[in-house]
């Protein structure tokens, strides 16, 4: 995790806490609802500001592939792939759900009471006392939901998504993916599959894995080594 992201993170349960200290606690799911759509927004918007627009794309084109369907429909590993993707990504997305379903009940009962008593004895201000007991609970549910969809990825081996264009091109400097340009970076690298028709490009910074499927994968190969690409270790 960057530390831009965990400030963003940080920024993000400070504001929360605010607003579920200021809320009526009738209205306190609402406001988690909206946190939760709100930084989904935030991460939607972090992975599109790596992508250009392809009219910005001034290098000189090494390889281009207009149709994939060809390439992919030849791996035969690939539904594989894409159903333990599935899997993974569901268990990810419903065991923090049961998480929370479970530890707000929890702590609403037993750990609520006692930390905001001990909050409002220490600072004697209810509204930073709610504020600091907020804080804490959110910060638990996060770390708690975060731990466990780490865990359920791991035990799955499915680290990130994949990303499979329909049509791309690979420039001097970056790859035209759907019409969106990415510029290569310095913790870019590819990993070649010969066997099954595709060239995987990795990054720390992306949050999927880009999967060129094509025909030519030597030519791919041979482009992506021009463009400076160095391959995977």
């Known amino acids: 995790m960057s530390g831009k992201t965990i400030i963003i993170q940080i920024a993000s349960l400070v504001a929360l806490s605010l607003i579920s200290a200021a809320t009526p606690p009738a209205y306190l799911p609402l406001v988690f609802i909206l946190y939760i759509v709100v930084m989904m927004l935030i991460t939607s918007r972090s992975v599109m500001k790596t992508a250009k627009r392809v009219d ?12 994939t369907a060809t390439a992919m429909a030849s791996d035969e590993l690939l539904i594989s792939d894409l159903k333990k993707q599935l899997k993974a990504m569901t268990f990810a997305l419903l065991i923090p759900l049961l998480l929370v379903l479970v530890l707000v009940p929890l702590y609403g009962q037993y750990v609520n009471p006692v930390v905001a008593g001990s909050f409002l004895n220490t600072i004697n201000n209810e509204f930073i006392a709610k504020f600091a007991t ?15 969809r780490q865990v359920l990825l791991k035990v799955s081996k499915v680290e990130k998504q994949l990303y499979m264009p329909r049509s791309y091109s690979v420039h001097k400097d970056g790859v035209v993916l759907d019409g969106r340009f990415y510029e290569f970076a310095d913790d870019m690298c590819y990993e070649a599959n010969p066997s099954r028709k595709f060239i995987a490009i990795h990054s720390r910074r992306l949050p999927f894995v880009i ?3 094509t025909l030519e994968v030597s030519k791919l190969k041979s482009a992506l080594r021009e463009a400076k690409l160095n391959e995977c270790r």
């Open 134 to 148: 907020y804080f804490i609970f959110y910060a638990v549910l996060m770390l708690a939901s975060l731990g466990v």
């Open 211 to 213: 999967r060129l499927y």
């Open 56 to 67: 910005k794309v001034k290098s000189p084109l090494l390889f281009e592939e207009k149709g």
